[in-house]
């Protein structure tokens, strides 16, 4: 059992910076991949970026590279996602997931890849 809550959406502004985290708890011992991901109404979900939690690896989409950068804290078992560079077309609900597989080798940027979810939380962006 694994569980994810994601913390830091909110209101931000075009040009301006938000970051996210993420805070694991149960079996974290065993996991590959964390990722962020988004949504928006009537669109599928959408992968944002994702560490290798073992060696730090990361991806980006191109959509947020250098704008965004996920990074995280092994001893709080928690990743962030720092958004900078806000752009309206940013705004969605953001979530936060963990890739299990036990033979994952590489980051996956597949939504189906990726075993368990927060509950996702609201950034918008102003003009």
């Known amino acids: 059992q694994v569980q994810l809550v994601e913390s830091g959406g909110g209101l931000g502004h075009t040009g301006g910076s938000l970051r996210l985290s993420c805070a694991a708890s149960?079996?974290?011992?065993?996991?590959?991949?964390m990722g962020w991901f988004r949504q928006t109404p009537g669109k599928e979900r959408e992968f944002v970026a994702a560490?290798?939690?073992?060696?730090?690896?990361?991806y980006y989409a191109d959509s947020v590279k250098g704008r965004f950068t996920i990074s995280r804290d092994n001893a709080k078992n928690t990743v962030y996602l720092q958004m900078n560079s806000l752009k309206p077309e940013d705004t969605a609900v953001y979530y936060c997931?963990?890739?299990?597989?036990?033979?994952?080798?590489?980051?996956?940027?597949?939504?189906?890849?990726?075993?368990?979810w927060g509950q996702g939380t609201q950034v918008t962006v102003s003009s």
């Open positions: 997931a963990a890739d299990y597989a036990p033979n994952r080798v590489v980051i996956s940027t597949l939504p189906l890849s990726y075993d368990y």
């Open positions: 560490i290798n939690w073992s060696d730090g690896r990361t």
């Open positions: 149960g079996r974290t011992f065993s996991r590959k991949t």
